[in-house]
Nanobody, 120 residues
Framework: QVHLVESGGGLVQAGGSLRLSCAASGSAFSILAMGWYRQAPGKQRELVAEVTSGGITKYAESVEGRFTISRVSAKNTDLQMNSLKPEDTAVYYC???????????????WGQGTQVTVSS
């Protein structure tokens, strides 16, 4: 099974920047895609950005042009967040879609989440 650990959250003023990192551990698995989701109080969890093993990226419209997801390595992904707004405040979760190297269906695991707070 793949285990995910996030880092890099914190408190920042509006207009500032933060960089989140996610590291996956585990063996005998191929990671198919990694992504970042967020959940604000009272709201559903939503996709922020994702990147496939082939480097294809997808962004939520609300972060397009401000956030950049990168696949640092096969098991690491970063999310660079610039021009942060108070509405970006949420718990950010890393997610990884993976499949066993010896065959089998894909699964998804989640990190524990990291708090991002943007003050106005």
């Amino acid at each position: 099974q793949v285990h995910l650990v996030e880092s890099g959250g914190g408190l920042v003023q509006a207009g500032g920047s933060l960089r989140l990192s996610c590291a996956a551990s585990g063996s005998a698995f191929s990671i198919l895609a990694m992504g970042w989701y967020r959940q604000a109080p009272g709201k559903q969890r939503e996709l922020v950005a994702e990147v496939t093993s082939g480097g294809i990226t997808k962004y939520a419209e609300s972060v397009e042009g401000r956030f950049t997801i990168s696949r640092v390595s096969a098991k690491n992904t970063d999310l660079q967040m610039n021009s942060l707004k108070p509405e970006d405040t949420a718990v950010y979760y890393c997610a990884a879609d993976y499949a066993p190297l010896l065959g089998g269906g894909a699964s998804r695991n989640w990190g524990q989440g990291t708090q991002v707070t943007v003050s106005s």
